[in-house]
């Protein structure tokens, strides 16, 4: 039998006779006091769906703006290799918005609104500065406002052609002013067989008389045949300004045929006084032609002469007695009419002379006192009269004999 200690007291003593444990009852020990969580109060679950939609919002901002920008960057940037440069005119009357209609039309942005705020938010914004440009289709807005704000002086060459040059005046012009370019390269696409303008005649071969004369600002990547074209259709410009094909059509020409006659009025007037009365003299012996075709009157031009022998590759130091009487298709001592093409590219004065040719001298008129009907007076004659280039005009052989005799020793020093 187990002893048990005499000092601990009955109450203490487990029943089956094992001591028992010292510590104190825990009231958490007890399986029937387990503790409750308390539920959630039902007005939290707004505020949770509040915070959802709220996250939901701003994910699907974040999404449009990220599309959006996306987008925007699209149109500043384009997919894609930009394309070959190509020339741009801004025109001397352009404005934003036609620029902007004229860039898009082009293909040179896709977008007029985003080009517009690409512009309103560069730091020094577009001026407008009339002239040709080079720009890349498909390229970066960055690239073509930088373009853009380069004044064309800095990215082209002028070359200038006065009135009065011929095809292979201007291939030298260009070929000694624009170093890109060539003069065999100019004269060749100049005459092309077949070359084909608005007024040209049907396999004519040629442009010259037709590339009105002016000062041409040729960009970096521009051929030969571009700036031709813009030559002729120049010229075209004008002539519609002169309204050539309804004057020319008043007088008996075609339009090319008042070209010819303005190329060789271009080539014999010096002074603006005589342009006018040469279109006359021309136009009256003209004239006498059709109604005399047994006896026609030639027009008997000089300059037209020196234009046959370069063209045919004659003799420079011919004397011009003996050159006149070498037979080319611009030969009017020898051809009754025009010469088969102009003579050279005239300006806007002689081409207005052509047109517009001045009247007859008035029956008063010295030059008409000594005919027997001074009504029926006509300008037929010029001959150089002073060293400026003026010209005598007279209305008899006998007069222009006596103006011959008279101004024998004067000299043109133009």
Known sequence: M??????????????????????????WDSTDQTGQVERLRRQT???KWLAYTSMVLVLVLILIAGVVGWWYLGKINPAGDPGELQNFEIAQDATFESLTEQLVEDGFISDAAVWSRYVERDDDGLEII?????????????????????????????????????????????DAVVERMDEAEFI?????PNVATKWLPFGAGSLEGLLFPDTYSVSNAESEAQLLDRMVGLMERVGEQED????????????????????????????PEDRAKISRVILNRLAVSRLNPDDPFL??????????????????????????????????????????TPIANPGRASIRAALNPAANPAPGDPICQDLANPSECF????????????????????????????????????
């Open 188 to 192: 060749a696409a100049a005459t092309a």
């Open 45 to 47: 679950r707004p505020l």
């Open 2 to 27: 187990t002893q048990l200690d005499p000092l601990l007291p009955e109450a203490q003593i487990d029943p089956d006779n094992r001591p028992a444990m010292d510590w104190p009852t825990d009231p």
């Open 244 to 271: 050539i094909e309804s004057k020319a059509a008043q007088l008996g020409y075609t339009p090319y045929e008042a070209l010819i006659v303005a190329s060789m009025i271009e080539r014999e007037a010096a002074v």
């Open 379 to 414: 300008y037929f004659f010029y001959v150089l009269a002073d060293e400026d280039g003026s010209h005598a005009f007279s209305a008899t052989f006998e007069q222009h004999e006596a103006n011959i005799a008279r101004y024998a020793d004067v000299e043109f020093g133009g």
């Open 130 to 174: 009339p002239g040709f440009y080079q720009l890349r289709p498909n390229d970066h807005m960055g690239n073509v406002l930088a373009r853009l704000k380069t004044p064309p002086a800095q990215t082209t060459t002028n070359v200038t052609f006065p009135e009065g040059f011929t095809i292979d005046r201007m291939g030298r012009r260009v």
């Open 299 to 340: 027009l008997q031009i000089d300059a037209s002469v020196y234009y046959g022998r370069d063209q045919t590759n004659g003799d420079p130091n011919l004397d011009f007695s003996q050159l006149r009487q070498i037979d080319t298709p611009w030969n009017t001592y020898t051809r009754p009419g025009l010469p088969r």
